[in-house]
């Protein structure tokens, strides 16, 4: 523990692990001096004594102290348990290495033969080794040593090569460096903390193979003691005295708790990268905001009229924990109206705020995020109370979702037909043969041939473009009223964007159905949709129509998205324009 | 081929180039997998037949003591075979396993093949009671903390589960026993300390044995479906607004099972040599206690055949395993891509 760093020592388990290795290592120290007579202190009238002030686990049948024994017997288990560790990370070290440096065919017959060991568990590797070795400590300490090495050599082999691979110990070698110095200057201190981690908890493991080993009588011999051996003699007696066998059993598990805790308080240490991005993320995010009490960024024209709107949320507000007890805001107050059939586009760079506003609208967002919205109607219900099981089934039917990644947005472990039946015969009280014929005119609808036997497949033999499409039909296949596409074609190449732009149109005009489209590609957007809305920073900054977004747009941070579109007569020796990191203020004056 | 998820399982990872550029990747997968199985059981077979020459000194003067007489001695490395070439004791060795002859005990002079079929039964089932019982134990231990706890809800009563089963997970199966006898045989006088045969008799030794796994196995389950209840797919689950039912079991549940048998697997076989110290601490009479006493007697004929019997339960559940995840999940078998 003395070589981790401080700010690893200050997690719980960090202390907790300090302060029990020092007692550990105090107690193997002093305890011989301070107990050692009452451990060996044969009396004859104190016999099969039960625990008492004076003997808290009370006396064995010579009449000797068990809790002097188990503190005396601290300082060997330490010992065989650090001695059969070193045992297993010496061997695991030197295995996995060699590994490493063999010429393919010897490597693949060493780590063959390392895997087809580690499929047995450890506990039948060391009795089978203690038969060879003999019931002593010693014997018992390689067993239980030699039996640690498959699992840390394989350890050791898998980071090694990972590291080996990498571009600097690649330079390394063509600068002319051996093997061995690659192994000893680049390989080693790149493995050395996963190393660590590992070594604590096989420490623990070892402990408690001792204690098993002992308690078997194949580990330490009378007149030597152990816990696993004191714990042997105490299970003998455990209807005289109780304590005489949960004593040692109790300072076996302190004792495996402690290399346990070491063992992840390294490991948390290795996490700490992670905390310090998300602090600065989140401090970026809140420098980003804006003050709230604006009101509307941007009042719109619709009114509440539920005939003319099929979905429309007034006042969003997302936020999420900041880890430290308070939210950080994410949309501040968006308003957004959806007319039936409208196809209505949300740009804005990464981190705007549009896909969190999209989700919200649909109602998917949950805890963490902390949703607030002054009014939220898809469809004449009320989205913002608790939903009945008939709202709940029509917004199923209703409201279907496409969402960027096609590789992730289909169940992997589920028949594509399975996923496109389920709709119609949850919701639309189908039988199995009308829902099958359903989804297989679904995904005829949007241009897969063979859509009966394509039903019958798993997602992973489907295409990237071919599961977009799929997720179209599976909103097909009931009656949409809004098709919310999240980025479709953001993970998709420029044809294959273009295929499954073309069936979102299609469609929209088969159903009717509207579509809020989401994307960072404002060309894109202008092209499908009617009407545009802005966003940056949380908030929408402007709405415009399509057809006419290069004349009308007037908010700067639009004005700098159409700027960045290069066209025919761009100039190609000048760099595209960039948007600056700079907020972009909203001037009072922006009205649609 | 593009692949979907990142649950690749690494040991499937050798000899990819070999094999299936012209067979199915099933077909490829199945003759990699016996063939790994036939190497296994090369090396079991080589370590249960060397483990007496490797004993340090002559193995039968250390099996009959120092008192024996050397007519004895030569006796009974006669009758062991010892005399003869290592190359011919080899063979004899192959021919005995083939005939399901394991030798002669040394020191009850009964063949090790009868004494193992009569302590086989009682740790067999032992061991798989516990695993039934873990398994029961863990998924509905996992599944509802995941559930539960998305999202970071309910932060308090995770935490302290989470903690408890830290704890189960660090504490070994022979230490509850221990434990469990204190409290429950000797304390309240409910259960029996040891024995074997009823129903009352094999429930400590069951608990002890299983807690450890169904807590590891329950923080695995847990792990799992908060990584799936975070994907994609179950956003798209709940866009559909399906009962919560089917969201959880039809749509998550599967997702799972790759993990869960892969870990169930190491679990058993873990669980099969964890009896060994839960039958010493019940005295149940195993195949646990019959190793122990072998290798304390120095019984070396005995441990060679109950080694083996050992091994090759663990070789026939992780071939089992294997088997079982490439016929509910076809992914598995084609990880590479």
Known sequence: MATTKHSRLRSPAGIAATLGAIALLLISVFASFIWGD???????????????????????????????????????????????????????????????????HPRRLVTGLIDILLAFPWLLLVLFFSVIWGASAMGAMLAIGFAGVPSLARLVYNLASSVSGRDFVRAARVVGV????????????????????????????????????????????????????????????????????????????????????????????????????????????????????????????????????????????VAFPDGEGGTVERVHGVDLTIAPGEVVGIVGESGSGKSLTAMALAGLLESPAEVQVTRHHFDGIDMSSTLSREEQSRLGVELAMVFQDPLTSLNPALTVGRQLTEVPEVHLGMNSRDSRERASAALASVHIPEPGRRLRQYPHEFSGGMRQRAMIAMGLTARPRLLIADEPTTALDVTVQRQVISVLKEAQRATGAAIVFISHDIALVSAICDRVVVMNGGEVVEVVSAERIREEATHPYTRALIACLPDMTSDRSVPLPTIGTTNITLPEEVVQ | MSHDTGRTRSARAEGRFSLGERLSPRTSFLL?????????????????????????????????????????????????????????????????????????????????????????????????????????????????????????????LDAALSSLLGVLIAIPGFLLAVGFIALFSVQLG?????????????????????????????????????????????????????????????????????????????????????????????????????????????????????VLVYALIVLGVNLVVDLILITIDPRSSITEG
């Open chain 1, 38 to 104: 009452a451990a060996g202190q044969t009396s004859v009238t104190d016999r099969l004594a039960p625990s008492s002030w004076d003997a808290p686990f009370g006396t064995d049948q010579l009449g000797r102290d068990v809790f002097a024994r188990v503190m005396v017997a601290t300082q060997l288990s330490m010992m065989l348990t650090l001695g059969a560790t070193a045992i297993s990370v010496v061997g695991g070290l030197i295995l996995g290495l060699i590994a490493t440096v063999l010429p393919r």
């Open chain 1, 178 to 317: 051996g093997p061995f110095g690659i192994l000893a200057r680049h390989v080693m201190p790149n493995i050395a903390g996963p190393l660590l981690v590992n070594t604590a908890a096989t420490a623990s493991v070892t402990l408690l193979s001792f204690a098993g080993l002992s308690f078997l009588g194949l580990g330490v011999q009378a007149p030597e003691y152990d816990w696993g051996r004191l714990l042997q003699e105490g299970i003998l007696r455990i209807y005289v005295n109780p304590m005489s066998a949960i004593g040692p059993g109790l300072a076996i598990v302190i004792a495996g708790l402690i290399f346990t805790l070491a063992s992840e308080a390294l490991a948390i240490g290795s996490g700490e990268g992670v905390r310090a991005t998300r602090a600065l993320a989140a401090a970026s995010v809140t420098g980003r905001r804006r003050a709230v009490d604006r009101g509307p960024a941007v009042p719109l024209q619709q009114t509440d009229a539920s005939s003319d709107t099929i979905a429309e949320v007034r006042g969003l507000r």
């Open chain 2, 32 to 156: 990699r997998r016996l063939g790994r199985l036939a190497a296994s059981v090369c090396v079991v077979v080589l370590a249960s037949f060397f483990l007496i020459h490797l004993v340090p000194g002559d193995p039968v003067r250390a099996a009959l003591g120092p008192s024996a007489s050397p007519e004895l001695v030569a006796a009974t490395q006669a009758s062991l075979g010892l005399d003869k070439p290592i190359l011919q004791q080899f063979v004899d060795y192959l021919g005995g396993l083939l005939t399901g002859d394991l030798g002669t005990s040394i020191q009850s002079h009964r063949p090790v093949a009868q004494t193992i079929a009569e302590r086989f039964p009682a740790t067999l089932l032992l061991a798989v009671a516990a695993f039934a019982v873990a398994i029961a134990g863990a998924l509905p231990i996992g599944l509802g903390m995941a559930i539960s706890s998305r999202g970071g809800r309910r932060r308090g």
């Open chain 2, 190 to 306: 409910l259960l029996p300390a040891a024995g074997w045969g009823t129903i009352r008799s094999g429930i400590l030794p069951v608990l002890a044995l299983a807690l450890g796994p169904m807590a590891y196995l329950a923080r695995i389950v847990q792990v799992e479906m908060i990584t799936v209840l975070g994907t994609t797919y179950m956003t798209t689950a709940r866009a559909k607004r399906l009962p919560s039912r089917l969201v959880y079991f039809r749509h998550a549940l599967p997702n799972i099972v790759t993990a869960t048998l892969t870990v169930g697997g190491l679990i058993l076989s873990g669980l099969t040599a964890a009896t060994v110290l839960v039958e010493t601490v019940f005295a149940i009479p195993g195949l646990g206690t019959t190793m122990v006493a072998a290798v304390s007697t120095k019984d070396y004929p005995m441990v060679q055949g109950v």
